[in-house]
């Protein structure tokens, strides 16, 4: 496990679907509380178990009881009533192990609040020197912050752009169906929901589309898998993590 090279994946406790997850020998997993339960359902060991455990099934209480008996330094128990949530003191412990980007699952849907919680920890994330990345079955959310993203070419899905500060400044996106040069986003009107990747779209240098925030920090979301409104006929599909 190598914090320099590698990522931290954390499984949470919202809702999942089973997807591929790719673990590499760099990365560090860590199961979040009752996430266990679908590291177990994708047969992933994790390297550490960290929560409160209020919330888990017996059969996964068994596995904490298993590597507190055999890697007790591997399982960080955290009390119940706490300010942090135990998805951000998972990020954090991810932080100090040196990792500085981070896949989760498992971290949306089931409560909204939850979802929102952990939408929040994508900025604390970025405001802490990290990316992160929330992903399911159905789309993958981040935080850009004055700075340039680029997409994989032939990329295709729907991709939707929300201010989270008062407003974003010298937003520039190319690539996609709706184009947009030095223009602002505001946190009070949903202007960049909706775009659509352009599978044709090049720039050049092997990337296809490209989102620029010159001042102000926003939520991006790609979905993969939509019905097109601008292309009939056709259904979007696009991969899994093809941000470049």
Do not use: W
């Amino acid at each position: 496990m190598d914090g320099r090279n590698g990522k931290c994946i954390l499984m949470c406790a919202g809702a999942f679907v089973p997807m591929e997850i790719d673990v590499e020998e760099a990365d560090t997993v860590i199961a979040v509380d009752a996430g266990l339960r679908y590291l177990e359902m994708l047969g992933i060991r994790p390297d550490y178990l960290i929560g409160d455990f209020d919330s888990m099934q017996e059969t996964q209480f068994r596995t904490v009881m298993e590597f507190m008996e055999y890697s007790p330094e591997r399982v960080i128990r955290l009390p119940v009533e706490k300010d942090d949530t135990d998805t951000i003191y998972a990020l954090k412990f991810g932080m100090e192990l040196g990792y500085r980007r981070f896949f989760l699952y498992g971290a949306m849907g089931a409560r909204l609040d939850h979802t929102v919680a952990n939408l929040q920890t994508l900025l604390y994330a970025k405001q802490h020197g990290a990316d992160c990345y929330l992903l399911d079955e159905r789309c993958m959310a981040f935080v850009i912050a004055e700075e340039t993203k680029r997409f994989a070419k032939r990329l295709t899905g729907m991709f939707s752009l929300f201010a989270i500060s008062d407003r974003c400044d010298d937003v520039t996106i190319t690539g996609m169906h709706y184009n947009l040069e030095h223009g602002t986003l505001t946190n009070a009107f949903p202007l960049g929901v909706s775009n659509e990747f352009d599978p044709g779209a090049e720039d050049g240098t092997g990337h296809g589309a490209a989102v620029t925030i010159g001042r102000g920090t926003a939520l991006a979301i790609v979905t993969y898998e939509v019905e097109p409104k601008t292309r009939p006929g056709e259904k979007q599909e696009t991969e899994r993590g093809q941000l470049c």
